[in-house]
């Protein structure tokens, strides 16, 4: 999986890969409630969103170990982010994708996996992942072609956050992580993570950021809600290798309410799932004293959620 070195088939490649990773971790100040959040900004990868990890890391060891061939396909089921990336990756190394997408993902989404050159097939809404995934295993089934990255199970979501996002942020803040909490979709960058702070700082709590609405893990049934790209109605297998020591709810409204303070208070333009994750980082702050440091991730950017709820204008916001 060591992909700092790496020659990949097509030399083209290269720049864009290059770009994947090492994204910053700057520290929120929010003066009103004498907090200061630590926030990796994953959002800065260059197809806006921390899937471009997974995508690097599945298809160059695929590469690696001669599992795509010239005439491959990759082929995932995505709410959009690990599409976008995987979509991303195969222009630039030279394989066909295939993006089994709910219909009810954003349309942003749509319109940039197609921008990528990638073959977009979408699914009824109702019946979330199991529907894309099963919908996967049956192509591949009848045909050899298809490469799929599995990131639902594969091993590799989970070990590439424990190798280099995890050791990236305990570089990066230079002194104790005293908690970390993010969303979980796949459950890779959790459990990921998670692994590598818990090992370096043994006192430090790791904490899955939930829904108010979708609380699974503290046993509630799942229901809609606002915040894409997390916590689908189900709890991934990737997620029991996460060291958890509790979980924080927010609401799909203080989700909306913190992205949109993200990007008015401090321009920084991501999405739905980034402000939840901020707005559960505040909660624990609050909880265990505004002197720790907690960690959280600013996953995609707003641009993907431009059809969404995020975006509607409230009357008072237009000027007359
Ligand atoms: C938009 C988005 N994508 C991806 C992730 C991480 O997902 P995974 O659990 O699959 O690593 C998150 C987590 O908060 C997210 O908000």
Known sequence: MSHDVFYPRQPRAAAVLSLIGNTPLVPLRFEAENLTIYAKCEFINPSGSIKDRLAKTVLVDAEQRGLLKPDSIILECSSGNTGIA???LGAAMGYRVA???SQGASVERRHLIRQLGAELILFESEGHYETGIAMSREMAEKDS?????RQFENVLNVKDHEMHTGPEIIRQLDGPVDAFVTGYG???TLAGVGKAIRAHFPQSRICAMEPSEAALLLGEMPCCHHIEGIADGFLPQLLQQAPLDGEVKVSSNDAMTMTKRLHREFGLLVGTSSGANVA???TLAREMGTDKRVVTLLCDRAERYFSTSLFDRIPSEEKA
């Open 86 to 88: 995987l979509s991303m």
């Open 145 to 149: 072609r298809y490469f799929l990255p």
């Open 280 to 282: 559960a980082a505040m």
């Open 99 to 101: 993006i089994l997408m």
């Open 186 to 188: 796949t459950g890779g």
